[in-house]
């Protein structure tokens, strides 16, 4: 099991001119052999907390391979990884070439390249 910090952008309010506060927000992901794929917890801006969440990737690999956390139990399940046996098995290999299929069948001739 691959435990490694990954992040997203989340709209945190509106700042006083009316415009969108967008942060960075990192969390853990889980990726085992087949891929497979947990997400837990945020655990801290990604620009302002560097070392800090350096520090929980540490803690979870240690939690994990020293006093058995079970992620699958403790954490949320999320999209297999591209590519991965776990994203042929789930499916999302059949779904994904659907939409290809359907953003060719439905996109204007000048957006086709």
Do not use: C, N
Request: overall charge negative; hydrophobic content about 35%; proline content about 4%.
């Amino acid at each position: 099991m691959r435990i490694e910090a990954v992040s997203d952008l989340v709209e945190e309010g509106i700042t006083e001119d009316g415009e969108k506060i967008i942060r960075e927000v990192s969390y853990l992901m889980a990726t085992d052999s087949s891929g497979y794929r947990w997400v837990g917890k945020p655990v801290g801006y990604t620009r302002e907390d560097p070392e800090y969440i350096a520090k929980q990737v540490e803690i979870a690999e240690r939690a994990y391979q020293y006093h058995g956390f079970d992620v699958t139990a403790e954490w949320t399940p999320w999209f297999p990884m591209y590519g991965s046996d776990a994203y042929v098995e789930s499916g999302q290999e059949a779904a994904y070439a659907y939409m290809e299929r359907k953003d060719e069948r439905y996109a204007p001739a000048s957006m086709m390249f």
